[in-house]
Structures are given as C-alpha cells and as structure tokens.
C-alpha cells in the first residue's frame, strides 16, 4: 500500500499545475525523499516536461497536511498601503462623457 502522504497529494494534485509547462500534476511523479518528525519532503517530477521541484509539507495530523511551497499568499492588490495616482474626479468623468458623446469617427482617431 502506498504512503498516506503520498496518497493525500496524489488526491490533490490535479488542482495544480507545473510552474513551467502548465499542465496538470495529475500525471507526476510523486517520490518520498525524507521524512523527520511531522515534516516530509516529496521530490515531484512533472509527467510532462519533467520539471521536478521539492515540497516541504508540514503536518500536524493525516488531514491537516499544509504544503508549504503550494499554498504561498498572494497579497491582494486592495491590501496596497497606497493606491498610486489620484482619483478621479466627477467632473473629469463628466468631460470625457461630453467629449466622447459629441465625437463622430473612428475609435482608433481617439487614440495618439
Ligand atoms: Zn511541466
């Protein structure tokens, strides 16, 4: 029988894809290189274009694995300390409507 780490990435795996070509790890290879205390890393080699990558997952019990490498924060843009530029005013908006409402042309004359 397959290791229970193992298994549970393997059961996983087709919701990510390889960081080079893009394709699904559904069909990579999954290997145990090491496992010390509640920590173990999986060599995984994509089935692809066999990009191979470690991940160090750390887990505190068979269901709360937490794959360290996979679930990287991304901050959200709207957590940005500054937005750049200032905002736009109603009365900028109000200009280009009037502008954009009397124009009679080509959309690609508004450009340059
Ligand atoms: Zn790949």
Request: glycine share 8%; charged share 25%.
């Amino acid at each position: 029988m397959d290791d229970p780490i193992l298994e549970f990435l393997r059961s996983q795996s087709h919701n990510y894809r390889c960081r080079v070509c893009g394709s699904s790890h559904k069909g990579s290879q999954l290997r145990k290189i090491g496992q010390q205390n509640n920590k173990v890393v999986v060599q995984v080699t994509c089935g692809r274009c066999r990009d191979s990558f470690m991940l160090h997952i750390q887990f505190a019990g068979a269901l709360s694995a937490e794959v360290e490498e996979v679930t990287a924060v991304v901050p959200s843009p709207r957590d940005a300390e500054e937005i750049e530029g200032d905002p736009v005013t109603h009365d900028e908006v109000l200009d280009a409507h009037q502008r954009l409402a009397g124009f009679q042309g080509k959309l690609t004359d508004l450009i340059g």
